[in-house]
């Protein structure tokens, strides 16, 4: 900042130059130098014609204009110090004074105020406090007086002349001596006493750099060494002095401050509960703010005194801000802090109680609390450790006692219900009450008090009540429960373990239900039946329980329970798989019915759910791998879209391993359909017309697809072997050295019925290849015996007994005489068929069909969990080397737990095998080693 002094006599003219270069550019290093010049001119001699003319900008070094209040105090003038700064114009006009008759007022237009005056003039009679905002505040310097100009001294109209002093407050004697000690201190005393007592009043300019200047004198006097220094040198001497004097004025202050506070807790004593809160917020503001003017004044002393010996690691020693806080904790607040806090308390407990309260006060408390928490070790650093001992500390045993008291009675007079909402809605109250006057460090512990209080002392009768809530799906009050009991550690695991034992005894219920006979269960209402349960409490999870990681795994757990262990596994273990992959089957099939595809995609998404939980995901592979299968050769699938997301479904929950047989399938199936255009083709070119069959073939790979040979020695009809012969040649021409088997049990076809009496269009039979060569055998005669029949086609009789039962069943064929299809037996064709639909499916397989294959598939999964648990045990083995026995075994459950869960007697049985094909050997100390 600038202040820029001009002084009149041409005599000074070397003194105005030395401020000018000084204030122009106010370096901490240059100060005291050119201070010291300033203190050696005399301007006793020349005040009665020094003009001060001030430019208002923020000034940063308050010494310098201390050290020129011998000559400002006795201008015609008084200077005042404000802040903020104000960005008001100058006045316009300024009338003429008596003392000046000639004094012209000014025309705001040849002579505008400067841009850069930041300043308003205040009004006569007002009083301008300086609040200093922290340790240094900023200030800016004001001129109080009428303002003239005169023709012969006003060359620049921003310079003003300081013509009248009207003083508004008691003006205080001037500065002493600088040699006076004893005054010096007596005048600073009473200028401290004056911000302290009297600073509503204000504090004029005079009082204000008198005292600054006082300081100043105080820790330069020469007898603070001992020594005669000639007038004019202010020189080394002067920190040794500043070193001597600055502890006795820092000893003094502190007399000063304790004498103070003393008085303060004598008042103290006539005011109890809001009265204190009101004396105590009022002695501290006023006490608080006295203090940054006072750090400010005593900036001197801070600068050098009090620095040195912080820097010098002494002990007890702060700056002068500081030390007003230290003083006030010590004196003042240790006497006084614990009638404070029980009028806070008391106060507090009435807004509970459900009184308004004035609750600004109780948080100037806590902000004075915080204030005084200084970290010993170092002074510049604070701490909370006085508000958490004096403050937190009480607060919290009141208001755990408080709870403690409430909620014993609220419980022995309400229900538990009722107690949560009251409960709920407390915690909500402590959470504003942080919110609105506490301090956020108490958040955490607050918590705690008030769940234990509120919470975990009544845990377990709330849980008790959670049984009664969940038989009556009262999913809000679960939800209160869950959120009070989620506030206590482990609160919520016997929750956890009472829903899990719930949902899994529902789970049981529901099954039973429908389980009255699980050979003749619907896959569709068993798998039904599991998904409600799961929806159910699935929704509950996310209503109640937020969706919370425990709450959802013990859903898993109770699920997997009663999926994998319920009434129709008691069958057999592969029961949940197996109709789960039926259901799939008849979700995939091509129905009369029709399913919209969104609906399809959501019930595939359904059964993904239930086959989370199945715990042998290998079984229902299997199944469903060879219900595929039949899909994909009889064309029978619904969508080749809805088949491609179910794939997905499973390809994401198991891997690639798991799902690549399957994917394998579906390129063998339009590998196919390349092959046959190409073999229409090759037929076209043949030239062949005549009896031409309408055929199709499916070549399917034997590693991928779940198919066997057929179990039955057979002989195509001629009507069909000379085509598949001639689809034979072409395959091996384009593929050679492959070897083609064919599949005759997938086969099938259609036939006209052109025999019947009573239809006049024909009609159609759906027939399977050994159907075809029976029916074809009736194109010769209209009568064959059974064992003509045996003979043409080469059916083992069990296959020719199941092909006649069903065209029996439909009455295509008459037996003759009465009976089960056997030797000796006669057949002939109904000439007298009915049928309401001219198409007519007898590509049946019967129940012994399906049960036979059930059976197959068994047996090929435990011949494919053996091979399973070999490759594993020696997958570890390869990797380990030498393993413990049951260590093995360990890692072999983990690693096959995706597919299935392995029984220990099981792996100890692959062991064996292992050993006895010398892959393993045995060790000493029961461990085994692999032999490579």
């Known amino acids: 900042?600038?202040?820029?002094?001009?002084?009149?006599?041409?005599?000074?003219?070397?003194?105005?130059?030395?401020?000018?270069?000084?204030?122009?550019?106010?370096?901490?290093?240059?100060?005291?130098?050119?201070?010291?010049?300033?203190?050696?001119?005399?301007?006793?001699?020349?005040?009665?014609?020094?003009?001060?003319?001030?430019?208002?900008?923020?000034?940063?070094?308050?010494?310098?204009?201390?050290?020129?209040?011998?000559?400002?105090?006795?201008?015609?003038?008084?200077?005042?110090?404000?802040?903020?700064?104000?960005?008001?114009?100058?006045?316009?006009?300024?009338?003429?004074?008596?003392?000046?008759?000639?004094?012209?007022?000014?025309?705001?237009?040849?002579?505008?105020?400067?841009?850069?005056?930041?300043?308003?003039?205040?009004?006569?009679?007002?009083?301008?406090?300086?609040?200093?905002?922290?340790?240094?505040?900023?200030?800016?310097?004001?001129?109080?007086?009428?303002?003239?100009?005169?023709?012969?001294?006003?060359?620049?109209?921003?310079?003003?002349?300081?013509?009248?002093?009207?003083?508004?407050?008691?003006?205080?004697?001037?500065?002493?001596?600088?040699?006076?000690?004893?005054?010096?201190?007596?005048?600073?005393?009473?200028?401290?006493?004056?911000?302290?007592?009297?600073?509503?009043?204000?504090?004029?300019?005079?009082?204000?750099?008198?005292v600054y200047t006082a300081v100043h004198n105080f820790c330069t006097s020469q007898k603070a060494v001992g020594l005669s220094v000639p007038q004019g040198s202010i020189g080394s001497g002067n920190h040794r002095g500043a070193h001597l004097l600055g502890e006795e004025l820092y000893n003094?202050?502190?007399?000063?401050?304790?004498?103070?506070?003393?008085?303060?807790?004598?008042?103290?004593?006539?005011?109890?509960?809001?009265?204190?809160?009101?004396?105590y917020i009022k002695e501290w503001n006023r006490y608080t703010v006295a203090a940054k003017y006072i750090h400010h004044l005593f900036r001197y002393l801070n600068r050098h005194w009090v620095k040195r010996e912080m820097d010098e690691g002494k002990k007890n020693i702060y700056d002068v801000y500081t030390l007003h806080l230290v003083q006030w904790r010590r004196v003042l607040f240790e006497d006084v802090s614990g009638k404070v806090m029980e009028a806070v308390l008391k106060l507090v407990e009435k807004q509970r109680n459900g009184e308004t309260i004035e609750y600004g006060q109780i948080k100037q408390v806590v902000d004075s609390f915080v204030s005084l928490g200084l970290d010993d070790s170092d002074p510049t650093k604070s701490?909370?450790?006085?508000?958490?001992?004096?403050?937190?500390?009480?607060?919290?045993?009141?208001?755990?006692?408080?709870?403690?008291?409430?909620?014993?009675?609220?419980?022995?007079?309400?229900?538990?219900?009722?107690?949560m909402k009251k409960a709920a809605a407390r915690l909500q109250e402590e959470e504003e009450r942080v919110k609105m006057y506490l301090h956020a460090d108490i958040i955490n512990p607050l918590r705690k008090t008030c769940n234990q209080a509120l919470i975990a002392d009544h845990s377990q009768l709330l849980r008790d009540e959670f049984q009664v809530l969940l038989d009556n799906d009262r999913e809000e009050d679960m939800a209160r429960m869950y959120n009070l009991l989620s506030r206590i550690p482990e609160g919520l695991d016997p929750l956890r373990q009472r829903f899990e034992t719930h949902v899994r005894k529902a789970g049981l219920g529901a099954v039973q239900k429908v389980a009255s006979d699980a050979e003749k269960l619907e896959p569709k209402v068993y798998v039904d039946a599991l998904l409600e349960i799961?929806?159910?409490?699935?929704?509950?999870?996310?209503?109640?329980?937020?969706?919370?990681?425990?709450?959802?795994?013990?859903?898993?757990?109770?699920?997997?329970?009663?999926?994998?262990?319920?009434?129709?596994?008691?069958?057999?273990?592969?029961?949940?798989?197996?109709?789960?992959?039926?259901?799939?089957?008849?979700?995939?099939?091509?129905?009369?019915?029709?399913?919209?595809?969104?609906?399809?995609?959501?019930?595939?998404?359904?059964?993904?759910?239930?086959?989370?939980?199945?715990?042998?995901?290998?079984v229902f592979q299997k199944f469903y791998s060879r219900m595929l299968a039949r899909r994909l050769v009889h064309s029978n699938s619904s969508s080749d879209d809805a088949e491609t997301s179910m794939i997905s479904k499973l390809k994401e929950a198991c891997g690639f391993e798991y799902t690549n047989k399957l994917q394998r399938m579906f390129q063998d199936m339009q590998t196919s359909k390349d092959l046959n255009v190409s073999f229409k083709e090759h037929v076209a070119g043949l030239g062949i017309t005549k009896n031409a069959l309408d055929s199709q073939y499916s070549i399917l790979g034997t590693g991928f697809w779940p198919l066997t040979a057929p179990n039955t020695s057979f002989t195509p009809p001629a009507e069909i072997n000379e085509d598949c012969e001639r689809f034979a040649r072409f395959y091996k021409n384009r593929h050679e050295g492959r070897k083609l088997t064919w599949l005759w049990q997938l086969c099938k076809g259609e036939l006209k019925a052109g025999y019947c009496k009573n239809s006049k269009t024909p009609y159609t039979f759906q027939v399977s290849v050994y159907q075809m060569a029976i029916l074809l055998m009736f194109n010769d005669k209209d009568k064959h015996t059974y064992e003509d029949i045996a003979g043409v086609t080469l059916l083992s009789s069990e296959v020719l007994d199941q092909a006649l039962a069903i065209l029996l069943k439909a009455k295509v064929l008459i037996i003759s005489p009465d009976?089960?299809?056997?030797?000796?037996?006669?057949?002939?064709?109904?000439?007298?068929?009915?049928?309401?639909?001219?198409?007519?499916?007898?590509?049946?397989?019967?129940?012994?069909?399906?049960?036979?294959?059930?059976?197959?598939?068994?047996?090929?999964i435990e011949e494919d969990r053996k091979l399973l648990l070999q490759s594993a045990i020696v997958r570890i083995m390869k990797a380990r080397k030498k393993m413990k026995h049951t260590q093995l075994v360990s890692e072999t459950i983990n690693q096959i737990r995706s597919r299935f869960v392995p029984k220990v007697s099981d792996i100890k049985k692959c062991i064996e095998i292992l050993l006895d094909k010398e892959y393993l050997e045995r060790l000493e100390d029961d461990e085994l080693g692999y032999l490579a």
């Open 1 to 210: 900042m600038i202040i820029y002094v001009r002084a009149n006599l041409e005599c000074h003219h070397n003194l105005s130059l030395k401020m000018s270069a000084m204030l122009e550019q106010p370096g901490e290093s240059d100060t005291e130098s050119h201070a010291q010049d300033i203190h050696q001119c005399d301007f006793s001699a020349v005040t009665s014609f020094f003009s001060a003319s001030i430019f208002f900008l923020p000034f940063q070094n308050i010494f310098v204009l201390t050290s020129l209040l011998p000559a400002l105090t006795q201008t015609k003038g008084a200077a005042f110090l404000s802040c903020p700064r104000s960005s008001s114009n100058f006045p316009s006009t300024a009338p003429a004074s008596a003392s000046n008759p000639d004094a012209k007022e000014v025309d705001p237009e040849q002579h505008p105020a400067p841009r850069e005056t930041s300043c308003r003039l205040p009004p006569v009679g007002q009083h301008l406090i300086p609040p200093i905002n922290g340790h240094d505040g900023l200030a800016t310097l004001f001129c109080r007086t009428r303002y003239t100009t005169t023709t012969d001294t006003i060359r620049d109209p921003r310079v003003l002349t300081v013509e009248k002093m009207a003083p508004t407050v008691q003006q205080m004697p001037p500065v002493p001596n600088r040699e006076d000690i004893g005054a010096t201190w007596k005048y600073l005393e009473a200028g401290i006493q004056r911000i302290m007592l009297d600073l509503e009043r204000g504090i004029d300019m005079q009082i204000y750099m008198g």
């Open 252 to 279: 003094k202050l502190i007399e000063y401050l304790k004498s103070h506070l003393e008085g303060l807790v004598q008042q103290s004593k006539t005011h109890t509960d809001e009265a204190l809160l009101t004396f």
């Open 383 to 419: 701490t909370l450790d006085v508000y958490r001992f004096h403050f937190e500390k009480p607060f919290l045993e009141h208001t755990k006692t408080y709870y403690q008291n409430e909620s014993k009675q609220f419980v022995a007079e309400n229900s538990v219900v009722e107690y």
């Open 534 to 618: 799961h929806s159910q409490y699935s929704g509950l999870v996310t209503r109640a329980f937020e969706a919370e990681a425990e709450f959802t795994r013990s859903l898993d757990n109770a699920c997997r329970e009663f999926i994998n262990r319920n009434e129709v596994c008691k069958s057999g273990s592969n029961k949940s798989p197996e109709l789960l992959a039926k259901y799939t089957d008849v979700l995939l099939r091509k129905s009369s019915t029709g399913i919209e595809e969104g609906e399809l995609e959501n019930t595939l998404t359904q059964i993904m759910t239930v086959f989370k939980y199945i715990e042998d995901k290998d």
């Open 819 to 860: 009976g089960k299809p056997e030797a000796g037996k006669s057949f002939r064709l109904n000439y007298d068929f009915k049928s309401k639909k001219i198409r007519v499916n007898l590509n049946l397989g019967g129940a012994k069909e399906a049960k036979q294959e059930e059976v197959e598939t068994n047996k090929t």
